[in-house]
């Protein structure tokens, strides 16, 4: 038994592997900080927020088209809530995303430079009511520019910038795998 357990598991592994190899291109992970934006009125955001930052996970998957474009395939998800205060009221906001981006990747030595755009499910949810800061899903345009500094040819470290309409920004920072 032990040893069907161990076979299958190194099937499974293997085969993960080689779909990886001829699917996917590049995988990452990072941390995000999370900065809300209120589009109808910034002046009662600005007012109401006691900490407007959250943190959210970035996954990524990535596939070269050519030799310098990218499709990427990302998901965002909160994790440390930003806390909200308007008058009485107080409540959190909780979000997920999941976004396509094409990317053009800019390689100088070590260093790439990365511009995307994208369409992106949002999921945001809110436990303040107001005018400006509803529950929402919808489907939006996101776009932003990134920084990866490559130790070798499979692993580096990077930093994005990404602004999804006008809900909110994400600064990441992660480390990055290439097949």
């Not at 930052?53 to 970035?58: F, H």
């Amino acid at each position: 038994m032990k040893k069907m357990v161990i076979a299958l598991l190194a099937s499974v592994s293997i085969s993960t592997h080689v779909l990886a190899e001829n699917y996917i291109d590049y995988v990452s992970v990072g941390v995000a900080m999370q900065t809300l934006q209120s589009p109808g009125n910034p002046e009662i955001l600005s007012s109401a927020l006691d900490d407007e930052k959250g943190l959210a996970v970035v996954l990524n998957a990535g596939k070269m088209l050519y030799s310098d474009i990218a499709l990427e395939l990302e998901g965002s998800a909160s994790i440390s809530k930003a806390q909200w205060k308007l008058g009485e009221n107080a409540g959190d906001v909780d979000f997920w995303t999941l976004g396509l981006y094409g990317a053009y990747i800019w390689r100088i030595n070590n260093l790439s430079i990365k511009p995307r755009i994208g369409v992106v499910f949002e999921n945001i949810k809110s436990t303040i009511r107001t005018i400006d800061i509803n529950d929402k899903s919808d489907i939006s345009l996101s776009g932003g520019v990134g920084m990866t500094y490559n130790f070798n040819e499979n692993y580096a470290i990077y930093s994005n910038f990404t602004k999804f309409e006008d809900d909110m920004n994400h600064l990441t920072f992660g480390a990055e795998y290439k097949f």
